[in-house]
């Protein structure tokens, strides 16, 4: 297994997949970013709109998300002015601050399970892969 850090930003989809379930890539991703394997990052806006919506859509795991947010070792990113320029120029404006912060970030993945991120065109116009989180635990042969 390849032991260098992975650095991943981690779009707000995967984290609400993950407290909403114990199974699946999604909290397999945030199980590995209590380890050293890989480098989770996040952004302001990120942590807002998981709070929202786990306390709209999900409100008995507002603890877990407590509890997640002081135990992961998470690096907060906000992105550069230069990166929303060329992030909206890419992709609709709701999801360009996620797609600028993993350019600012400088990540190796970004992990989301919204369908946005994952059209073919945008993988070719990025210097980072783009996957959901099995796509990752895959490629990165970390399952």
Not at 31 to 53: D, G, H, M, Q
Not at 97 to 116: N, Y
Request: charged share 20%; net charge negative; with cysteine.
């Amino acid at each position: 297994m390849n032991m260098t850090q992975i650095k991943v930003f981690l779009d707000s989809s995967v984290i609400i997949a993950a407290l909403a379930s114990k199974k699946g890539g999604s909290f397999e991703i945030l199980a590995l970013a209590e380890t050293i394997l890989i480098i989770p990052f996040i952004s302001e806006k990120v942590v807002k709109e998981v709070f929202r919506n786990v306390q709209k859509k999900l409100p008995s795991h507002l603890d877990s998300y407590h509890s997640l947010i002081k135990s992961i070792p998470i690096r907060l990113v906000e992105p550069t002015a230069v990166d929303m320029q060329h992030a909206g120029s890419l992709i609709n404006e709701k999801d360009a601050h996620i797609l600028a912060a993993a350019m600012t970030a400088e990540v190796d993945w970004l992990l989301s399970m919204d369908k946005h991120f994952l059209d073919p065109a945008l993988k070719d116009q990025i210097p980072f892969s783009i996957g959901k989180p099995g796509d990752f635990l895959t490629a990165a042969q970390l399952c």
